[in-house]
């Protein structure tokens, strides 16, 4: 007679943070339960601290120069890449598309196709943008005057709620495509593409610090960027939906080191399938203007 087999045991997930290209538990030590949008659970997820926050913007600025010094047709290259690993590992962001929007497998297919078309849509800007934002500009006098876009510095991102792939990849791939590097607050109770999206960014060829990806409660993290005075832009678009904070509030509190704000486009977090624009690069960008005097 066959002895039964055991019943097996589920090996339970507990992710951790993102930062500066390393994998570290949150310094607090903290987690928290991750449920599919039918309360079954999903997985633990680090909660994240001001202290890890500190510690995310520190990565994100030791990486910036080297990101932003690349040549853009390389940065496009590298970002490329990120989309043939999201294309090789679908199958799991399905999945966890699925589970935490409460999507079916067809419609959840989708939006994973979109935020993969959407990734090598801001790609294929990286050498492109300089030549539709600069200029040669017309002066009196025998001089050249030419004016380019340069990249922010470091962007605090606080990702969409509710669109948990697709809206992260809609405020994280333009913001880092023209040289800026970004510390990303993870949708608080849909954090696990951005998870996902961690371990692909990994295993690619993005220098570690161009994203670090914190995930925890918005209300916490958040306030801590948005005064921080190493970070040079916030988009906080990801308070829609927050619980415990507004994007009002975010805003006051970037003002007191009068730091670029992205601002929702209106009160409601809608739809993310046309969120793709120049103009989203050029929010992170600020123009250098050099003067060259002309030959003999």
Aim: proline content about 5%; glycine content about 10%.
């Amino acid at each position: 007679m066959r002895a039964t087999a055991p019943a097996r045991i589920d090996v339970r997930k507990t992710y951790k943070l993102f930062i500066g290209g390393a994998f570290p538990r949150s310094e607090s030590g903290r987690t928290y339960e991750v449920t599919s949008a039918k309360g079954a659970f999903l997985a633990n997820a680090a909660q994240g601290s001001r202290k890890d926050a500190r510690d995310a913007v520190r990565a994100a600025r030791s990486a910036q120069p080297g990101w932003a010094g690349a040549t853009a047709y390389n940065r496009g290259q590298v970002l490329y890449r990120v989309a043939e690993l999201l294309e090789g590992r679908r199958a799991q962001f399905v999945a966890d598309v699925a589970a935490g929007e409460g999507l079916t497998e067809r419609r959840a297919q989708d939006v994973v196709s979109a935020a993969i078309d959407r990734w090598v849509w801001y790609a294929g800007w990286s050498d492109k943008v300089a030549q539709v934002a600069g200029n040669a500009n017309p002066v009196a006098g025998p001089y050249f005057n030419l004016s380019a876009p340069e990249p922010t510095g470091v962007v605090a991102v606080i990702a969409p709620q509710a669109s948990s792939l697709l809206g992260l990849v809609s405020v994280l791939a333009p913001a880092i495509v023209t040289g800026n590097t970004v510390v990303v607050v993870a949708s608080e109770d849909r954090p696990l593409p951005a998870i996902s999206l961690a371990e692909v960014l990994a295993t690619s060829d993005v220098p570690g610090g161009v994203v670090n990806i914190i995930t925890g409660r918005t209300a916490e993290i958040a306030p801590h960027l948005a005064k921080h005075m190493d970070v040079n832009a916030i988009d906080v678009a990801g308070a829609l939906g927050a619980d415990g904070i507004t994007w009002g509030e975010l805003e006051a509190d970037a003002a007191g080191t009068v730091k670029r704000v992205l601002r929702p486009a209106d009160d409601d977090e809608g739809s993310w399938a046309e969120g793709q624009s120049l103009n989203a690069i050029l929010a992170y960008t600020e123009t250098k203007t050099v003067w060259h005097p002309k030959g003999m």
